[in-house]
């Protein structure tokens, strides 16, 4: 028992006068994921709204502006309700969404560039490769945003220590005696 230290954890004040539990969530609010969160939901917002005018033709054949939009919206709203309310289970959430909005964005770019490339050869409607690059370019920003907010999310989750102690008790004598 004298190897183990026990965590201590300051409290320390944000901005807005909320206690964070840990220095290591402080570091993860001080980037401000609630300024991120505001921006990806207006990517997500934008998504939704152009999805609703695109032609069956475009990437609404498989819903993407939809469930991306949807992702993007989860994503931006986990941000700033983990910064009002920071704790280490909405930093997991929120690092969970990121990364599975990052796998969504992997999959709508790829359709996306390959309905780019076969609309241009075949001289096809110019709108739908406008619409189709300014989707490919939104998410790509966003990419960006969410693998920074990995990041800050990891390293906030790793720089927790969490640390377990396992002991050992002996079984009781048995109460048989051996003749």
Request: glycine letters at 6%.
């Amino acid at each position: 028992m004298e190897g183990t230290q026990s965590i201590t954890r300051a409290r320390t004040t944000g901005k807005d006068g909320n206690q964070v539990a840990s220095k290591p969530l402080h570091r993860f609010i001080q980037n401000e994921p609630k300024t991120l969160g505001i921006v990806i939901l207006i990517f997500g917002c934008a998504e939704i709204l152009i999805g609703f005018r695109m032609d069956h033709l475009s990437s609404v054949g498989i819903y993407a502006p939809f469930w991306q939009g949807a992702l993007f919206l989860i994503c931006g709203y986990l941000s700033i309700y983990t910064e009002i309310h920071p704790s280490k289970k909405m930093v997991t959430v929120c690092l969970a969404m990121y990364v599975a909005s990052l796998f969504g964005i992997i999959v709508s770019v790829g359709y996306r560039i390959h309905l780019v490339s076969y609309y241009a050869y075949i001289h096809y409607i110019e709108m739908i490769l406008v619409i189709e690059s300014i989707f490919i370019t939104s998410s790509l920003l966003v990419s960006g945003i969410l693998i920074f907010l990995c990041v800050i999310a990891r390293l906030a989750l790793k720089s927790t220590r969490t640390q377990v102690i396992v002991q050992h008790f002996p079984p009781p004598p048995s109460d048989t005696t051996a003749n």
